[in-house]
């Protein structure tokens, strides 16, 4: 079973090389679907992944100048507590109980779709945000807008540990049209890494995470985003992305049904 770990770990690490897309909206639903993992673990254990996953981009990110730090502090006011209280409320209603489980798989599920509609749809919705320069928000509202999609990010990534990716990189973009792709790229990768260390370390309290099974992910997904990043431009990245989306739809439904 190690072995299989490894390769789907190698695998997911491969498809987030290429594609860019977060591992939680693939990683996630791979654990509970293939290998039958209970949704709390694999959430918990899907958190501490890439809370050390994105660890590294963002060290990477930082020497580029790629971080935007002042929207990072911008999300993380609003994530950051909303985790905390995603966290409490698991702690309340028990994440290891069967019904929870089955609310957190729906999540899941969501989060998928979502994902999905941030795939397909990212590219017109920065058109028609760029398309009226007064559909852009701007001072106390633009500020106040990140802090609340933090919040929503926050409470997402608690529950499903899926949003920190696509969905924040979307709604990045929506917000703040001018930056750069590196850009939204780093500072989606910065203001994840203590979002999602705070919320591996909630699932820790809750003894939600599969300590051995972090780390057979790891040894094959860390070679495997380093291959596919290696390998991303010579991919058509339409086709690819098509592809992904029309997989984690798949995924989404069978979460559902």
Not at 81 to 91: C, I, K, S
Request: aromatic share 8%; charged share 10%.
């Amino acid at each position: 079973m190690s072995i299989t770990y490894i390769l789907s770990g190698f695998a997911v690490g491969l498809l987030v090389g290429m594609t860019g897309v977060g591992g939680g909206s693939l990683m996630t639903p791979l654990l509970t679907l293939l290998f039958g993992v209970t949704p709390s673990v694999a959430v918990g254990t899907d958190l501490a992944f890439a809370s050390i996953t994105k660890s590294a981009g963002t060290v990477t990110h930082r020497s580029r100048g790629t971080v935007q730090w002042f929207i990072v502090r911008r999300l993380c006011m609003g994530a950051l507590p909303a985790a905390l209280l995603a966290t409490l409320a698991l702690q309340h209603f028990g994440p290891l109980d069967k019904a929870i489980g089955q609310v957190i798989r729906y999540s899941i599920a969501v989060s998928v779709l979502l994902t999905v509609v941030a795939i397909l749809f990212r590219s017109k919705m920065l058109a028609w945000v760029n398309a009226s320069p007064g559909r852009q928000l701007h001072g106390r509202a633009l500020a106040a807008a990140t802090i609340a999609s933090g919040a929503v990010l926050g409470t997402l990534v608690t529950i499903s540990s899926i949003g920190a990716g696509a969905i924040g990189a979307t709604l990045l973009v929506m917000l703040y049209p001018r930056l750069t792709p590196a850009e939204v790229a780093g500072t989606d990768i910065a203001y994840a890494v203590p979002l999602t260390a705070i919320a591996a370390v909630g699932h820790w309290w809750l003894g939600s995470i599969n300590w051995w099974l972090l780390l057979t992910l790891l040894v094959g997904s860390l070679p495997g985003i380093t291959i596919g990043s290696w390998f991303a431009r010579s991919v058509p990245e339409r086709l690819l992305r098509g592809l992904l989306a029309a997989t984690l739809a798949l995924v989404a439904v069978k979460l559902l049904y």
